[in-house]
């Protein structure tokens, strides 16, 4: 059993937690996976604003090293999450993955550190996930694609196969990419976007479609 500090009390959070309570009741599980040790964060009105059970532990900016637990990032927001995992890694924090047993994994994919992998996510073959992504639920990877590290991939995005992705990336809502596809380091691809072109870096990709095409259809 291992013992987890999440880092974060909003409601990035409390998803993850009960993930981290359906891993250690539901049917698949045959013994209690992991025991939330506390919380952290330098927000105390997020954590009481979601009435956690797990004790609260203190800032996130004077925390200590506590031995013999792992630690969660959970916390969504890009411009903080690199920046705070970056410092507890300094202080010697241990992370972990956090994987929801509903995923479906291909055994020849790569999974790195300190991810987090919502439920209904689909992973393909000779996937290579970095380290501290968040892969939220009914995303699907395609098989042969690289992700780097600190991306945030939202619900219902579908990442086409061969893709080439770099770090701290937002992907919107459904958001779907041609296979093949290049995107750089520190962009946000809005709700809904299709990426048929490669992105370089520090952009943000949002258009609006210019063309309605409708048909009656005669009875």
Same mark, same amino acid.
């Given at each position: 059993m291992k013992k987890i500090i999440i880092v974060g009390s909003g409601g990035h959070a409390a998803e993850i937690v009960e993930y981290i309570e359906f891993i250690n009741y539901s049917k698949e599980s045959e013994k209690v996976t992991y025991q939330i040790h506390g919380m952290i964060d330098d927000n105390y009105d997020n954590y009481l604003k979601y009435n956690f059970k797990y004790e609260y532990l203190g800032k996130i900016s004077n925390h200590s090293?506590?031995?013999?637990?792992?630690?969660?990032?959970?916390?969504?927001?890009?411009?903080?999450?690199?920046?705070?995992?970056?410092?507890l890694i300094k202080i010697g924090c241990e992370f972990t993955n956090i994987i929801h047993p509903k995923a479906i994994l291909s055994q020849k994919s790569i999974i790195g550190i300190g991810n987090v992998i919502s439920h209904n996510v689909s992973i393909g073959p000779l996937v290579n996930i970095g380290n501290f992504n968040m892969i939220n639920s009914r995303s699907t990877i395609g098989h042969d694609t690289q992700i780097g590290n600190f991306n945030f991939i939202s619900p219902l995005a579908a990442i086409g196969g061969h893709s080439v992705i770099g770090n701290n990336n937002l992907?919107?809502?459904?958001?779907?990419? &041609?296979?093949?596809?290049? +995107?750089? !380091? =520190?962009?946000?691809?809005?709700?809904?976007? &299709?990426?048929?072109?490669? +992105?370089? !870096? =520090?952009q943000v990709v949002f258009y609006r479609f210019k063309e309605k095409i409708t048909h009656n259809i005669k009875n």
């Open positions: 090293l506590i031995h013999d637990v792992y630690y969660v990032i959970a916390i969504a927001n890009l411009n903080f999450r690199k920046k705070i995992t970056t410092s992907i919107g809502t459904n958001v779907c990419t &041609i296979p093949k596809i290049k +995107i750089g !380091d =520190n962009n946000k691809i809005m709700a809904g976007m &299709i990426v048929d072109k490669p +992105i370089n !870096d =520090n």
